[in-house]
């Protein structure tokens, strides 16, 4: 069973940083796509930032130049440096990972969510 595992999250007061990891279980044998997502109340999940094996790295326009996503595709783990964090940042955020396991197709995985709350 393919398994990620979020730490990172927590309260920060505007303008702090957060960096926000996602480990991905070792029965994973090829990552194509590794992404971050967020959700706040009343809201719908929405893509924050994803990085592509092939080298392409998109943004939502709310986050670029604030957040960087960046990956270890080899430890099967992705991060998303938040820097400069805003209130309207808050929310929960998830790690999503298109992966296959031995004799698998691919498919996406999601991690637990992790909360970030940024508030004075």
């Known amino acids: 069973q393919v398994q990620l595992v979020e730490s990172g999250g927590g309260l920060v007061q505007p303008g702090g940083s957060l960096r926000l990891s996602c480990v991905g279980s070792r029965n994973i044998v090829s990552i194509s796509v590794m992404g971050w997502y967020r959700q706040a109340p009343g809201n719908e999940r929405e893509l924050v930032a994803v990085s592509t094996t092939g080298g392409s790295i998109n943004y939502a326009d709310s986050v670029r130049g604030r957040f960087t996503i960046s990956t270890d595709t080899a430890k099967n783990t992705v991060y998303l440096q938040m820097n400069s964090l805003k209130p309207e940042d808050t929310a929960v955020y998830y790690c999503?990972?298109?992966?296959?396991?031995?004799?698998?197709?691919?498919?996406?995985?999601w991690g637990q969510g992790t909360q970030v709350t940024v508030s004075s």
């Open positions: 999503n990972v298109r992966a296959r396991m031995l004799l698998s197709g691919y498919k996406d995985y």
